[in-house]
């Protein structure tokens, strides 16, 4: 099992150009997230999928897009790139669970310059 | 407003000895706390995890701590290892919430000395 996998693993823009972050899940989980980590600010949710078919914002989603192409996949688009969204950027996936755990599990990152 | 905070951006111990790291959060529906661990260019893996209905879980080294009128918890690492030395999330969760979302803390940076 690969877990949860993401690409690219770094990329550089430029302000303006567009580009899509891929995120894949063998766990057969339900759920799936789109986090960014900056310097002191911990993870923040971006977008998150609950179950396929469906998204919602998180608390930072402006000048992003997301795309649920299946229960596997989650992908996070930037339309028009700015040197704010410079940052490291999490996928993760977890299964529902309506008591217990809700261990979210987490791809290697992306690291994201913009400039 | 962060609801959830690590005011500690850093915490350096001897090894062997205990290491602590705190957490506070604001919002009373959080009812699951969650202990992540992260490496240099690797993703946040879960560490361990705590119910609201209890106050107390032990995992080998790992011992989370949570005083609900406080709304406090904390991380013990007993005996801590150079291989502890990593930044360490909390995280919170309203179980209820249909999508499962976490809120997470800043985070503490832990170097434990050889």
């Known amino acids: 099992n690969a877990g949860v996998t993401q690409t690219p693993k770094f990329q550089v823009l430029k302000t303006g150009q567009s580009m899509t972050l891929q995120c894949a899940q063998d766990?057969?989980?339900?759920?799936m997230y789109w986090y960014r980590q900056d310097p002191g600010m911990g993870l923040r949710l971006i977008y998150y999928?609950?179950?396929?078919?469906?998204?919602d914002k998180g608390e930072v989603p402006n000048g992003y897009n997301v795309s649920r192409l299946n229960k596997r996949e989650f992908s996070l688009r930037l339309e028009s790139a700015a040197p704010s969204q410079t940052s490291v950027y999490f996928c993760?996936?977890?299964?529902?669970?309506?008591?217990?755990?809700?261990?979210?599990?987490f791809g290697p990152g992306t690291r994201l310059t913009v400039l | 407003d962060q609801q959830v905070k690590q005011n500690s951006p850093s915490l350096s111990v001897q090894e062997g000895r205990i290491s602590i790291l705190n957490c506070d959060y604001t919002?009373?529906?959080?009812?699951?706390f969650l202990w992540y661990k992260k490496y240099p260019a690797e993703g946040p893996t879960f560490l361990i995890s705590?119910?609201?209905?209890?106050d107390k879980n032990e995992d080998g080294r790992f011992t989370v701590f949570l005083n609900k009128s406080a709304k406090h918890l904390s991380l013990h690492i007993v005996p801590s290892q150079p291989g502890d030395s990593a930044v360490y999330f909390c995280?919170?969760?309203?179980?209820?919430?249909?999508?499962?979302?976490?809120?997470f803390g800043g985070g503490t940076r832990l170097m434990v000395k050889p």
């Open positions: 993760a996936s977890s299964e529902w669970r309506e008591r217990g755990s809700n261990e979210q599990f």
């Open positions: 766990m057969n989980h339900n759920s």
């Open positions: 999928s609950a179950s396929e078919g469906t998204t």
């Open positions: 919002n009373s529906m959080f009812d699951y």
């Open positions: 705590i119910s609201s209905i209890k």
């Open positions: 995280a919170a969760s309203a179980l209820r919430n249909a999508g499962n979302m976490l809120t």
